[in-house]
């Protein structure tokens, strides 16, 4: 006998009406959420103290889980899927996107083999090339997706590592000489992290300096290979960015394969912001010589209006991969032959039905409608960098090559760099405390300024205007 409080899921109508319950308050969130402060005023600790300590003992209705997002999470969201969120980098959930991150739940397949999902296996690979289209790619590359660039990175290296023929595999590093990994100084965390993991160690990681527009010096970083080939340390590849996180630079991504192919390097290229910018034909310029690298990661999660998390990993060498992370046990053959098991090219096993919500992007906002909005949001930067350029008491740090622009309050006279970024930070806290837009600061060669990134679907020209009427009205300039 069952034991009588075996709660059971819930029923066909309770499902349906539920999800009607969600479904109202997701859209209304989506409604809304533009007047919401959009970083959020939680002081820490705040849901832990609002929240019980234990789970509850007996189920309760939809209606008291909404009642608590309500309350109490969402006053301590910071909002990402606002038009005024113009940190880090703007991004977007579109509706589509939501669509299909809801349907991959309701499958919740999990894609390690073919045969344990064939149709997230081959939509994946379907959408992927639809993607690398888009963007101009070559055709014939392998395209899986992962979490973030972060992983995609790390997966990447990985390959590269195996790729230089010094048996990691097999060895392990103890027997090796030093590895040596390359990027630029404005390469994203990221790059590092990953070397960390593969063991560079920090000493095994070299910052390549960059020219006056922040992009990758190929002189140098010839000079810095050499270097390491002399000392007897082994160079096995090299990171070129396109769209860095501070700056958004592009690498000169020729120059750099043609240093790779001199010395047998592996090159990664990172355009996890700005690489679907290519699909607009015009931006096409940006991933020009990326044909040459052996692997590329893009990420629809920052600016294809995809949600989090959705990052693309391409490469013209799956095998390499394969030989990186191929790795079968008993339990997971299953003689299917001439199919893709994405296990083979990664180290995890599970992986979710990502593939579905790019499709959906795809399938509502079409290649044009995608490229108009990409066109938009850079026409939308270069506005803000007009206003910045025609003010006096403003002064733009770099070129605006994308969505997102650097850039500081500078009065006449005051010169000394600490009493400009109190002068700045002081700034970016005021306005984000007024809570119509969300700004983020970096520095730009050691000066600190504020960083403006457009990015979401429903920033209009009004809302860059209002920020900067902010800025000004904080600066009191
Ligand atoms: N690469 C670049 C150029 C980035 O700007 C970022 C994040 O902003 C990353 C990599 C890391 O992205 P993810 O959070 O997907 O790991």
């Given at each position: 006998?069952?034991?009588?409080?075996?709660?059971?899921?819930?029923?066909?109508?309770?499902?349906?009406?539920?999800?009607?319950?969600?479904?109202?308050?997701?859209?209304?969130?989506?409604?809304?959420?533009?007047?919401?402060?959009?970083?959020?005023?939680?002081?820490?600790?705040?849901?832990?103290?609002?929240?019980?300590?234990?789970?509850?003992?007996?189920?309760?209705?939809?209606?008291?889980?909404?009642?608590?997002?309500?309350?109490?999470?969402?006053?301590?969201?910071?909002?990402?899927?606002?038009?005024?969120?113009?940190?880090?980098?703007?991004?977007?959930?579109?509706?589509?996107?939501?669509?299909?991150?809801?349907?991959?739940?309701?499958?919740?397949?999990?894609?390690?083999?073919?045969?344990?999902?064939?149709?997230?296996?081959?939509?994946?690979?379907?959408?992927?090339?639809?993607?690398?289209?888009?963007?101009?790619?070559?055709?014939?590359?392998?395209?899986?997706?992962?979490?973030?660039?972060?992983?995609?990175?790390?997966?990447?290296?990985?390959?590269?590592?195996?790729?230089?023929?010094?048996?990691?595999?097999?060895?392990?590093?103890?027997?090796?000489?030093?590895?040596?990994?390359?990027?630029?100084?404005?390469?994203?965390?990221?790059?590092?992290?990953?070397?960390?993991?593969?063991?560079?160690?920090?000493?095994?990681?070299?910052?390549?300096?960059?020219?006056?527009?922040?992009?990758?010096?190929?002189?140098?970083?010839?000079?810095?290979?050499?270097?390491?080939?002399?000392?007897?340390?082994?160079?096995?590849?090299?990171?070129?960015?396109?769209?860095t996180t501070s700056v958004t630079a592009v690498d000169p991504v020729q120059k750099i394969s043609e240093v790779c192919r001199e010395f047998g390097l592996w090159l990664h290229v990172d355009a996890a912001y700005a690489g679907t910018a290519a699909i607009a034909p015009e931006f096409r310029w940006a991933l020009r010589g990326c044909d040459q690298a052996d692997s590329l990661v893009t990420n629809p999660h920052k600016w294809l209006f995809t949600p989090i998390d959705c990052s693309v990993l391409f490469t013209r060498r799956p095998d390499q991969f394969r030989n990186a992370f191929c790795l079968v046990p008993e339990y997971l053959r299953t003689g299917a032959e001439g199919v893709v098991d994405l296990m083979d090219y990664s180290f995890q096993l599970g992986r979710r039905f990502r593939a579905l919500k790019l499709w959906f992007v795809f399938r509502h906002f079409g290649t044009e409608g995608i490229a108009a909005?990409?066109?938009?949001?850079?026409?939308?930067?270069?506005?803000?960098?007009?206003?910045?350029?025609?003010?006096?008491?403003?002064?733009?740090?770099?070129?605006?090559?994308?969505?997102?622009?650097?850039?500081?309050?500078?009065p006449r006279g005051m010169d000394d760099e600490k009493d400009l970024e109190r002068l700045n930070s002081g700034v970016i806290d005021k306005v984000n405390a007024a809570g119509e837009v969300f700004l983020s600061h970096t520095k730009v060669r050691g000066n600190y300024c504020i960083r403006v990134a457009i990015g979401n679907l429903q920033t209009s020209i009004e809302r860059v205007r209002r920020a900067f009427d902010l800025i000004c009205a904080a600066a009191e300039i």
């Open positions: 006998m069952p034991a009588d409080n075996l709660i059971p899921d819930m029923t066909d109508a309770e499902f349906r009406d539920a999800l009607a319950k969600v479904g109202d308050w997701m859209a209304g969130y989506r409604s809304r959420v533009g007047n919401m402060p959009v970083l959020s005023r939680a002081v820490p600790g705040q849901i832990e103290k609002a929240l019980p300590q234990v789970a509850p003992v007996r189920g309760e209705p939809v209606e008291k889980w909404l009642k608590d997002l309500e309350q109490v999470i969402l006053p301590a969201v910071t909002h990402w899927n606002h038009p005024g969120f113009m940190a880090y980098f703007g991004i977007t959930a579109s509706a589509p996107g939501i669509l299909g991150e809801m349907v991959s739940s309701v499958l919740n397949v999990n894609g390690m083999l073919w045969k344990t999902s064939p149709a997230l296996v081959e939509l994946e690979q379907v959408v992927l090339r639809w993607l690398a289209s888009a963007m101009g790619l070559p055709a014939d590359w392998f395209g899986m997706i992962t979490d973030t660039a972060s992983t995609s990175t790390l997966v990447a290296l990985a390959a590269a590592r195996e790729a230089a023929d010094l048996n990691v595999r097999e060895d392990g590093l103890s027997s090796k000489p030093p590895l040596v990994l390359y990027c630029s100084q404005e390469a994203h965390s990221s790059v590092d992290k990953a070397g960390l993991v593969l063991g560079t160690g920090m000493q095994g990681i070299r910052h390549i300096p960059t020219d006056g527009e922040f992009r990758m010096n190929c002189d140098a970083l010839r000079e810095a290979i050499k270097n390491d080939i002399a000392q007897k340390r082994r160079p096995f590849a090299v990171v070129a960015t396109v769209g909005r990409i066109r938009e949001h850079i026409r939308l930067a270069h506005e803000l960098a007009g206003w910045i350029d025609s003010h006096p008491k403003l002064e733009r740090l770099a070129p605006v090559n994308f969505s997102t622009v650097c850039f500081r309050v500078h």
